[in-house]
């Protein structure tokens, strides 16, 4: 079975911490995506990866940035949390433009 | 401005019966078009792709329509089941952008046995 990780279900951080989430998946896909989902937002697109070490910004990249290194892993950087980064992170990827996306189970992330 | 617009109002019906979920548009040209399925605390799920030159598209219970006229997508589910109860996305991406997925809202749906 096709597989996207995403490395924590939960996670409480502080005011000014710097922040990681972690994604690898495991289908050797090009693309990889971050999206916050946030009630009566929806789901909206922070960055997304077409290869290793290429990134784009979507929507709403501010106060974030990514790192990929490596193609099946995409990381996600809160250089300072803030409280309004409060939300559920989800990672997707696919296999190119137009292919449908493959997501992990969230990250619920609690900015203090 | 650029929206994708479904009911935000949770869609009640009875076991069996089919649910019909609408998805509407503007200022976009989409290519295709996505609907996933998403349960309390999951990522969403895939469920359909339908692209701009076709009318519909069938799936077991499932079916959706596209109609780029409309600028409108239906999702229908035939003979519903209390495990459909969960919220429907659809998502599109413009004909030049298409890695660049935007997701509706979303649409609850509550199946009642």
């Known amino acids: 079975d096709v597989k996207v990780t995403q490395s924590s279900r939960y996670l409480v951080k502080r005011t000014g911490e710097k922040v990681f989430l972690e994604c690898v998946q495991d289908m050797d896909h090009e693309n990889m995506f971050w999206y916050r989902q946030d009630p009566g937002l929806g789901l909206r697109l922070i960055y997304f990866s077409y290869d290793v070490k290429m990134k784009e910004k979507g929507d709403i990249p501010e106060g974030y940035s990514v790192s990929r290194e490596k193609k099946e892993r995409f990381s996600l950087i809160l250089e300072s949390a803030s409280t309004n980064q409060t939300s559920m992170y989800l990672c997707?990827?696919?296999?190119?433009?137009?292919?449908?996306?493959?997501f992990g189970s969230g990250t619920q992330l609690s900015v203090l | 401005s650029q929206k994708i617009e479904q009911n935000s109002e949770a869609l009640n019906i009875q076991e069996g019966k089919t649910a019909t979920l609408t998805c509407n548009y503007t200022?976009?040209?989409?290519?295709?078009l996505q609907w996933y399925r998403q349960d309390p605390g999951r990522g969403p799920v895939f469920l359909l792709l339908?692209?701009?030159?076709?009318k519909e598209k069938r799936k077991e219970r499932l079916k959706v329509t596209f109609d780029t006229t409309l600028k409108q997508s239906l999702f229908h589910i035939t003979a519903s089941q209390p495990a459909d109860s969960a919220t429907y996305l659809c998502a599109l991406a413009n004909n030049n952008a298409g890695n660049m997925l935007t997701f509706g809202g979303g649409t609850r749906l509550m199946v009642k046995p």
């Open positions: 997707a990827s696919n296999a190119g433009s137009n292919e449908k996306l493959f």
């Open positions: 200022n976009y040209s989409p290519a295709y």
């Open positions: 339908i692209r701009e030159n076709e």
